[in-house]
């Protein structure tokens, strides 16, 4: 049996580390070579504009904002365009960046397409990318005892009202009142775009309350519906998918019921989808779009 000095031991783990770091080096080079190789490719269409790491002195972190441009927006200088904001930026416009990669809202394609058909009025879009892992205390209006988490949605609107919206208005030609700005989402995006509604009629006028999670908070948001002292001039679009969470079409129901007790008349200024075979993702929202756009912002 030969036995090792100290020194040759030593020399013998080195060897050993250099080998395992060198194959794991190899090995997470294989990795990021294979994801880039996986990776969707970029599927933006028509005129996108972004501002990156757009920043709020009344939220913490920063986000990209993405913007989409009606078709001939550069040729026509004189001609000023609603606005339609939308939460969860990322999923919008673009397979790379969607939250499941390359299954995206096709927002810019829909858009593009029923705009150049003379279908919905040509509008900009402007897509907001949520915080991360603000996400949910962003999208929230009260905190939620159980999941103890929540109730930042009023800073959140505090940024969309007293920064991001003049910020567009004065980069973009706009029109600025409510009856030309809307504002929507899907599931936490959908719950605070009706309460940021509710709170701000005289900014919003338009609502896509998308998948909602009425559930949040023991279904606060139909306490906060009932407690209206008067209708807001709000032109709603409330949907959910059959094949979403057991309680998701209930819930949906329960809203829709909410609303009509406070003056919403559907075919007039409500609209309520419930999408057969439909769930809680971005693929089935992707269908959504295009009724969406009708509804909330018809051709003139």
Known sequence: MTHKTRGEAGATRRRAFRAFALTTIVAAGNLAEARAQAAPAHTLTGDIRTHSKFRSKHLAAERDIIVYLPPGYESNKRRRYAVFYMHDGQNLFDGATSFIPGQEWRVDETAERLIRAGQIEPLIIVGIYNAGKDRVDEYTPVRDAKHKAGGRADAYGRMLVEELKPFIDARYRTRRGAADTGLGGSSLGGLVSLHLGLRHPHVFGKLAVVSPSVWWA???????????????????????????????APDARRLRDALRAEGWREGFDLKYVEAAGAKHNEAAWAERVEPILRFLFPAQ
């Open 218 to 248: 023991e279904r606060a948001i139909l306490a906060e519906v009932a407690a209206l002292k008067r209708k807001p001039r709000l032109r709603v679009w409330v949907d959910t998918g059959t094949e979403e969470s057991e309680e998701a």
